[in-house]
C-alpha cells in the first residue's frame, strides 16, 4: 500500500485542480492521496497576499481555502469506492499565532463572510504545520546572508519547536526545511535536531517524510542526503516511535508519489518497516 499525505492545488500557488489530483494518484496506481492545502498567515485577513520586501508570499486567502475545502470533499465522497482521499492543510506556522489557527480552525473563521457553514469548523482528516518563513516583519530563509545563519537556525527550530508543543498539529512537514540553505555542519544543528524529536514523542507527533527536494539539482540525480527530515532525524524518530508519513508535496499532478521507490529503499535500509497515513485525525499504519 502506497500513500501520498502531501500535495497541493491550484487553490494556493499548484496548478492542478481536486480532480486532476486525484486522477493523477489513481494513474500512479496508490491507494491513497491527501490533500493539504496551504493556510498562510493572510487566511486571517481579506486584504491579500502578505509581502516579503515588497514581493508577495503566495497561499491561500481564505475564501479560495473555502473552495478548496468544498470540493475535496465533495471528491473524497465521489471517488470513495476507487481511491482513499484524506482532506488535510498545511498550516504556515510563527510563534504567536496559536489562538488565531486554533479560531479559524474551529470556528471556521471567514473574514467578511457569514453564513451558518462558518459555525460548524472545519474537519480536517489531518493538520500539518509547517514554517517557511521567519519573523515579523516576515523574511525568506535567504535573508540568512544578511541576518546569519545563528537567526536562521534560531528562529527555524524555534518555530518548529513551538509548533509542536501548540499541540494543533498531527504531523510537522519537511522538519528540516533549512538544510538545503546552510551549511549543516553548523555547531548546534544535531542538537536542535535531538529537542525536536524529544518534543515530537512527548506530543506524539508524526513527521512528514518529504520528498520533494530528493533531486539534486546540481547532479540531477535522486541523492539520500536530501531526505526530510534527513537521515540522522530518521534514525533518532526511528529510536524513538515517531510516526513517519510519507508526502510527495506535489504541486502539479506528475510529480504525485514522486521518488517513492526511491524514498521507501533508503528507508528500509534504515530499518523503517512501516509507514502512517492519518485519516479523521488518527494514526494508520500500513507496511512498507
Ligand atoms: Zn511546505
Ligand atoms: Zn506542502
Known sequence: ??????????????????????????????QGVGFSEHFHYNYFSDTGWPTINGNEVKGTVSENFQLYYTAAQKAKEEFKDKINILVGVEIDFLPGINKKIKAAIEEKVFKGKSSTDQKKGYEFDFIMGSTHFLGQPLKYFTDYKTQGEDWLINEYFNSIEEAIKSKLF?????????????????????????????????????????????LDPN?????????????????????????????SDAHRPEKIALNFEQTIFFLKKLGVKKMYYIQNRKLIPYKI
Open 219 to 247: 547532479v540531477h540525480t535522486v541523492e539520500v542526503s536530501r531526505m526530510n527530515p534527513g537521515v540522522e532525524m530518521i534514525k533518532l524518530c526511528l529510536k524513538n516511535n515517531i510516526p513517519l508519513v510519507l508526502g
Open 1 to 30: 500500500m502506497i500513500f501520498d499525505s502531501h500535495v497541493h492545488t491550484h487553490y494556493s500557488h499548484g496548478d492542478s485542480e481536486v480532480y486532476r489530483v486525484i486522477l493523477g494518484a489513481i494513474k500512479k496506481n496508490i
Open 170 to 214: 498531527d504531523i510537522i512537514a519537511h522538519p528540516e526545511l533549512i538544510k538545503y540553505y546552510i551549511d549543516k555542519k553548523f555547531s548546534d544543528y544535531r542538537q536542535r535536531i535531538e529537542t525536536i524529536v524529544k518534543l515530537l514523542a512527548e506530543y506524539q507527533v508524526a513527521v512528514d517524510v518529504n520528498t520533494d527536494y530528493l
